[in-house]
């Protein structure tokens, strides 16, 4: 009997299940939200890759220019997919945070290298034995990078920068060294205790051009976030009028979670400044 019973419940859940008819898949494509495209840089002698997000109206109106925003740590798997989202949804006439704007990702070869100075720490150049060469990396975003972006894109005389960790670091030293090169610097957990904090001494070299600059980050340790608050402290003594300078201390973030709300947090407050 019971042996019937189960029978009988197969062929019906059987028969309930192929009278079910799937939806035909009509067609099916690759989704993509940007290009990546190759350069060959002679300052850096190898191989770069880019990921570019183009906004929505970009193909639509062949005479609007375009704000860019640079970010570093800009590989696929890394910042550039989620940066961009922020970057789409900003943008949305009903959100109006931040103007329409290209992101360029910088894809990484080797960021311990491309983000750091040269240190005098043992311990910083036994841990990284390839770091040091900022200067050319920063030379290739001047020189080649910005002039690459202007003659092949639609860009806007605005540029952001944004960098996270010792991305945040080579961020703060262009800041330092060559603050001309952008117009708004989004530096999130800095790694500033590199070279024994010896950036954090430096002079600023003066500008006149107007300039957004936020710093943020998250609970990760003593020296993080003192060093973080510093940079701001220091920044916000030596500002001039043309210079709007925030902090923000994100206690429900770490180091590996800090910079998707600390980005979105930035906009917000740099770019509602500016059109205020």
């Known amino acids: 009997m019971k042996q019937s019973i189960f029978i009988l419940a197969l062929v019906f859940f059987t028969g309930v299940s192929f009278g079910q008819s799937l939806p035909k898949k009509i067609s099916e494509q690759d989704f993509s939200i940007g290009k990546s495209v190759e350069i060959e840089s002679a300052v850096l002698d190898e191989t770069r890759n880019l990921n570019i997000y183009l906004p929505l109206s970009y193909s639509k109106d062949s005479l609007k220019t375009y704000p860019v925003i640079y970010l570093l740590d800009g590989s696929k798997d890394e910042d550039f997919i989620h940066i961009s989202g922020i970057v789409q949804f900003g943008s949305f006439s009903w959100i109006n945070m931040i103007p329409e704007s290209i992101v360029v990702g910088i894809g990484n070869v080797d960021r311990k290298r491309d983000f750091t100075s040269p240190s005098q720490n043992k311990l910083d150049q036994k841990e990284l034995p390839t770091s040091g060469k900022s200067e050319n990396f920063i030379t290739f975003l001047e020189k080649e990078l910005q002039a690459f972006m202007d003659a092949n894109y639609r860009t806007a005389g605005t540029k952001t920068l944004i960098g996270q960790s010792l991305g945040g670091l080579l961020a ?83 180091h590996g979670d800090a910079l998707h709300i600390a980005v979105y947090n930035a906009f917000e407050k740099i770019f509602r400044t500016q059109t205020d």
Do not use: C, H
């Open 172 to 254: 703060t030293e262009i800041l330092f060294k060559k603050p001309e090169l952008f117009d708004n610097y989004i530096i999130v957990s800095p790694s500033l205790w590199w070279n024994d904090e010896k950036l954090l001494n430096e002079e600023l070299t003066p500008y006149t051009s107007k300039k957004s600059i936020y710093i943020a980050g998250g609970k990760e340790g003593e020296v993080m976030q003192r060093t973080a608050k510093e940079l701001f402290d220091k920044l916000k003594a030596k500002k001039t009028e043309n210079t709007s300078v925030f902090y923000e201390f994100l206690e429900d973030k770490t």
